[in-house]
């Protein structure tokens, strides 16, 4: 609880939890993948729109977080990239933006437009790295 409510009362953070900005926000959509299409489902921690820009958050309760952007889990980034896939077509011309918000610190870190395409093509078997 406590850990939460640092988050919450830091003004870093401020922009995720305004009026702006929703939780819960369910998604299902269908991706094409390597030339395959894949259903996706999830559900979006925080969601909220800045201008013209959609930000998409995850809070992740990890006891050790990551040390740095490039020790993200495989799987935090995939999850990202698969929500940032099924927002795109429903938000034409805008930029989704994708978060992950480690509790335990807290720590933000912004995956880029590179991490996720990444992500991706691991999710595709293209890459043979993580």
């Not at 900005?21 to 395959?36: D, K, N, P, W, Y």
């Not at 309760?61 to 795109?88: D, S, W």
């Amino acid at each position: 609880a406590g850990r939460i409510l640092t988050v919450l009362e830091e003004p870093q953070f401020a922009a995720l939890h305004d009026q702006n900005s929703q939780a819960e926000v369910s998604i299902m959509g269908t991706i094409r993948l390597a030339g395959q299409e894949f259903a996706v489902t999830g559900r979006i921690d925080r969601m909220g729109m800045l201008g013209e820009d959609v930000f998409v958050l995850d809070y992740k309760t990890n006891l050790v977080p990551p040390a740095g952007q490039t020790a993200i889990p495989f799987a935090h980034r995939a999850q990202m990239a698969l929500y940032r896939e099924v927002l795109k077509p429903i938000f034409p011309g805008k930029t989704v933006h994708c978060l992950l918000l480690y509790t335990e610190g807290p720590y933000l870190y912004s995956l880029s437009d590179e991490d996720l395409e990444k992500a991706l093509l691991d999710i595709s078997g293209q890459s043979t790295t993580h």
